[in-house]
């Protein structure tokens, strides 16, 4: 079957750093998505990364390593805003396999 | 302006009701999604329709059916709605990166359905 994990809750302090880890099998693989939701709202795209290693936006950072079916997004400088769930996805053959998506807490 | 617009935003309804959803997008996109999102935050596919044409159909009961009057518009239907419909239904598009590449979704506002 097709499935992602990630962590279901993570609590950190504004001003640091936080990385939400994200683990995928899938039958295919043509990228992996990022997006944040904020409650009641509707999902936006964060990040797109279909080759292995790291790609920086702002204070947004994603990572992936095809050969180990994993990725992260990197927070950095964390502000309270930043409160919200994080929900990874992969293209797996024309389909977006969603996760269940990481409630990120950020605590002053 | 609105990129992906959805109507109504929240919907309370009684069992065995018939309901609509409506879907717009003005970006030129060429293919438009229905999501579940129900309380355990899972995002599901319903449907998936690119140029007015059905792609994916996930196992989802026949009393939903979506209807594409052009490809700026994906509506959804729900007949005999049930207890276990109430959830938020997000209507996105995306445009198209070749046959088997998804692109970037960009999702309206959500509606919240209620079924009592």
């Known amino acids: 079957g097709q499935n992602i994990d990630q962590p279901t809750e993570m609590t950190a302090t504004e001003g640091a750093i936080v990385q939400i880890n994200c683990t995928y099998q899938?039958?295919?693989?043509?990228?992996l998505f990022w997006y944040q939701q904020h409650a009641g709202e509707a999902p936006t795209f964060l990040s797109y990364n279909v080759l292995d290693g790291l790609e920086e936006k702002g204070r947004f950072s994603s990572f992936l390593s095809r050969s180990k079916g994993y990725s992260y997004l990197l927070l950095k400088e964390l502000q309270m805003k930043d409160s919200a769930s994080y929900l990874c996805?992969?293209?797996?053959?024309?389909?977006?396999?969603w996760g269940a998506g990481t409630k990120l807490i950020i605590k002053p | 302006d609105t990129a992906v617009s959805q109507t109504p935003k929240y919907l309370v309804t009684q069992m065995g009701n018939d309901k609509s959803i409506k879907c717009e997008q003005n970006l030129g996109h060429d293919t438009m999604y229905w999501y579940k999102q129900d309380s355990k935050k899972f995002l599901k596919i319903m449907f998936s329709y690119n140029n007015k044409e059905l792609i994916i159909n996930e196992t989802v009961p026949n009393r939903f059916s979506p209807k594409s009057p052009d490809k700026a518009h994906l509506n959804l239907h729900i007949n005999s709605l049930e207890l276990g419909d109430s959830a938020v239904y997000f209507c996105?598009?995306?445009?198209?990166?070749?046959?088997?590449?998804?692109?970037?979704?960009?999702f309206g506002e959500g509606s919240r359905l209620t079924v009592l």
């Open positions: 899938t039958s295919g693989f043509n990228g």
């Open positions: 996805a992969v293209d797996s053959n024309y389909q977006l396999i």
């Open positions: 996105a598009s995306s445009q198209d990166h070749g046959r088997d590449i998804t692109g970037e979704l960009f």
